[in-house]
């Protein structure tokens, strides 16, 4: 099963909107991982939040994490029509550490 | 820079013919390396994973095998292919001793089984 669940599965605002993702997931972690993957490409990493870290930004982006609640959050601020792609959490696992487990993905749809 | 190169882009195969899917990283020694496939508008699965030549680990029981030749080059088999093959290939990499680190993606190989 996957480590991590996405929720929307898919979600179209308009330019300049912000858009909100979020991520549940079952084991401990060490850090959470925001991937971005444009269709037909491969995935591009955008932010990494570890596991002693609530929020952290990168430009337009906001990251949170709850480990009590398992949960982390994706805000995108004023959406682009360049934006539209599907995002991904991810997050390492304890054992070994070597494997990285993604979650279904939200589908992101921004109109200009 | 480190680079990863992944092919080929689209593969077109018919039902019970073999595979191979190469992939190589460049500007780094001893990489992890990992392929993943992905179904149409779904999540990543992870299938295999190596930390080092011929150390490699199936995450999945299937009809697909990985091997690593050399120390920056994984490659993705099949001897005959199903129709659930289909999707998306992933190879990607991490730098040896960021075992949770951010992982880099090489642009995939799209295989279509008919």
């Known amino acids: 099963s996957q480590q991590g669940e996405e929720d929307p599965q898919a979600l179209s605002i308009q330019e300049g909107e912000n858009a909100t993702m979020n991520c549940s997931y079952k084991t401990s972690i060490n850090n959470l991982q925001w991937y971005r993957q444009n269709s037909g490409r491969g995935l591009v990493h955008l932010i990494l939040i570890r596991s002693n870290e609530r929020e952290k930004h990168s430009g337009r982006l906001r990251v949170t994490l709850d480990t009590s609640k398992k949960s982390s959050s994706l805000l995108i601020t004023a959406s682009r029509a360049a934006d539209t792609a599907s995002y991904f959490c991810a997050t390492p696992t304890n054992t070994g550490g070597f494997k990285t487990i993604f979650g279904a993905g939200t589908r992101l749809f921004v109109k200009a | 820079s480190q680079t990863i190169h992944q092919w080929p882009a689209t593969l077109v195969q018919p039902v019970g013919s073999p595979l191979s899917l190469e992939c190589t990283v460049e500007g780094t020694s001893n990489p992890n390396l990992y392929w993943y496939r992905q179904a149409a508008g779904r999540g990543l699965q992870l299938l295999f994973y190596s930390i080092g030549i011929d150390q490699i680990s199936s995450e999945v029981p299937q009809n697909l095998s990985a091997s690593r030749p050399q120390d920056r080059q994984f490659i993705l088999s099949s001897k005959k292919l199903l129709l659930s093959d289909s999707g998306f290939y992933l190879c990607?990499?991490?730098?040896?001793?960021?075992?949770?680190?951010?992982?880099?993606f090489g642009e995939g190989s799209r295989l279509t089984v008919l």
């Open positions: 990607a990499w991490r730098p040896p001793g960021l075992s949770t680190g951010e992982l880099f």
